[in-house]
C-alpha cells in the first residue's frame, strides 16, 4: 500500500542553520505531496503542497521539490529560526476526492539561539 | 481567513460512555475527514465523508465510530462505548470542491479515557 517514510528525528539545530528533513514515499499512481507542521500544543497547518513530478512546494522560507525518479520530497530551509520548532510531517494523498491522507511518523525539529 | 474549528478542546470520559466530537468545518467545503494521533505517535486516517454519505473509513473506524453531518455546518464524530485505547488527539479536517487533494485541519479534540 501507500506509505510515507521519514527521517528518524529529534533533528536539533542552532539558529540560522541549514534544514533538511528527508521523506520518500510509495505510492501507486500519480499522489499529490504534502508538509504540515505541528507546533507544541497546536493542531496541524499545511505548510506546502507539490501536485506533480518537479513542482516546488514554497511557504515561509521552507521548499520541496517533488522528485518523481527517487520518489522523494524532501523539505529544507536556508536559515531555520528558533519559532521553526515543530513537529514536521510529510504526507501523500492520491488526489480524488475523499481519499485519506497518508502521513510519515513525523520528525520533530528543535531550534537553539 | 477561515478555519476549522473543533468543540470540545479536551474531553474528559469514564470507559463505556459514548462521547461526541464536534467541528465545524471551513463553510463552502464539501468534504470532510477525521483523523486520529494517538501521543507520539503518527496521525491515522478514520473515514472521509462527502455528499451525507462515507467515501472511504480505515479498519480504526469501526461499528464504535460512526459520523454525521446534522445540519449545514457541523461535522460530528460519535463514539459509542469509548475505550481506553480510544485516548487521542481527534482531527477534523476539511477540502473544497476545487481542492481537493488539500486538507485543512482543526486544532483539535483531546479526548481522554479514564
Known amino acids: 500500500g501507500d506509505s510515507v517514510t521519514q527521517m528518524e528525528g529529534p533533528v536539533t539545530l542552532s539558529e540560522e542553520a541549514f534544514l533538511t528533513i528527508n521523506c520518500t514515499y510509495t505510492?501507486?499512481?500519480?499522489?499529490?505531496l504534502f508538509w504540515y507542521v505541528q507546533y507544541p500544543g497546536e493542531g496541524l497547518q499545511l505548510l506546502l503542497k507539490?501536485?506533480?513530478?518537479?513542482d516546488k512546494g514554497s511557504n515561509k522560507g521552507f521548499e520541496a521539490t517533488y522528485r518523481k525518479e527517487t520518489t522523494s520530497f524532501h523539505l529544507e530551509k536556508g536559515s531555520v529560526q528558533v519559532s521553526d520548532s515543530a513537529v514536521y510531517f510529510c504526507?501523500?494523498?492520491?488526489?480524488?476526492?475523499?481519499?485519506?491522507?497518508?502521513f510519515g511518523k513525523g520528525t520533530t525539529l528543535s531550534v537553539s539561539s | 481567513e477561515p478555519e476549522v474549528t473543533q468543540t470540545p478542546s479536551h474531553q474528559v470520559t469514564q470507559m463505556g460512555q459514548e462521547v461526541i466530537l464536534r467541528c465545524v468545518p471551513i463553510?463552502?467545503?464539501?468534504?470532510f475527514y477525521w483523523y486520529r494521533q494517538i501521543l507520539g505517535q503518527k496521525v491515522e486516517f478514520l473515514v472521509s465523508?462527502?455528499?451525507?454519505?462515507?467515501?472511504?473509513k480505515s479498519e480504526i473506524f469501526d461499528d464504535q465510530f460512526s459520523v454525521e453531518r446534522p445540519d449545514g455546518s457541523n461535522f460530528t464524530l460519535k463514539i459509542r462505548s469509548t475505550k481506553l485505547e480510544d485516548s487521542a488527539m481527534y482531527f477534523c479536517?476539511?477540502?473544497?470542491?476545487?481542492?481537493?487533494?488539500?486538507?485543512?485541519f482543526g486544532p483539535g479534540t483531546r479526548l481522554t479515557v479514564l
Open positions: 504526507a501523500l494523498t492520491t488526489g480524488q476526492a475523499g481519499t485519506a491522507l497518508i
Open positions: 479536517a476539511s477540502s473544497s470542491q476545487g481542492a481537493r487533494d488539500t486538507q485543512y
Open positions: 505510492a501507486t499512481g500519480y499522489p499529490s
Open positions: 507539490a501536485t506533480k513530478a518537479d
Open positions: 463553510s463552502n467545503h464539501l468534504y
Open positions: 465523508f462527502y455528499n451525507n454519505e462515507i467515501s472511504e
